[in-house]
């Protein structure tokens, strides 16, 4: 019986300086695919993504484009050495829809990078003209959570995994946020590194220029489901991909939920490709029972390899 297998790619925050580096050294293919990108972008991403420094890396602008770029090489390594590899959906978390829409067919690899470059620019925009601020709510009934955002008046950003969920608002919001989760039974309710918050209102200025630059892309129909964030189901045809991407920016993840509907259509086996393993430690907190591997760097892509070698 084959496996059903779906594809998972990184999102933001999954940076590091130093990611790719050992592929570039050890492989062609990479070597090359960075290549392309400086010359796709017109500046250094890989060396940004290779060397840091953390602190502009980390910039939505550079983190984004070089996410989707380590996790497309990921893709591709995986490919190149596992080449009957069939999968039979994809889903990344946000920025990562980008990378899972692009090995799914529907955009070309320099769309796909241009796009997670400017739309890092226009996110990073939206932060500095707003105070913002994300944070990790662990161990609170969603039910509760969400009162807890009525009360102090921010949003639920990120559904992740049974028991973690991410509130978006402003600055001073979210620290009341964050007392209120805990004292209604939060584990832990602790602000996340990033430069503003996503997947709120306060990301409404970014809309409308994420939607121009997805009206001025040619998108091609998908050639297997691709899970949007939005909705947690399948994309739809061209139109119902520009309108879910322009809707993700200030709409919640539905990761959980996403995760969810593939393992109620038969998949058991789930593969992460990009920097990290957080999307792995969210699919394993919903289903203990998932095949789940993962492409971050040479080590993981050896091991990935020889483990899918065995299964087949």
Known sequence: MMLKTALLFAGQGAQFAGMGRDWAAQFPLASALFDQSREILGF???????DGPEEELTRTENAQPGIFLTSWVAFRLLMERQPDLSFQATAGLSLGE????????????????KMARQRGRYMQEACELTRGAMAAVLGLETALLREVCAAADVEIANLNCPGQTVISGETEKIAAACELAKAKGAKRAVRLPVAGAYHSRLMAGA????RAMLDAVALCPAAMPVISNVTAQPHGGPEDIRQALAAQVISP?????SIRFLLAQGFTRFIELGPGTALSGFVKRVDKTAVILNVADVPSLELTVKTLSAMN
């Open 207 to 210: 809309q409308p220029k994420v």
């Open 44 to 50: 250094d991403l890989p060396r940004l993504c290779f």
């Open 98 to 113: 980008l990378t899972a829409l692009t090995a799914a067919g529907v955009l070309s690899f320099e769309d796909g990078l």
């Open 253 to 257: 993840v539905r990761w959980e939920e």
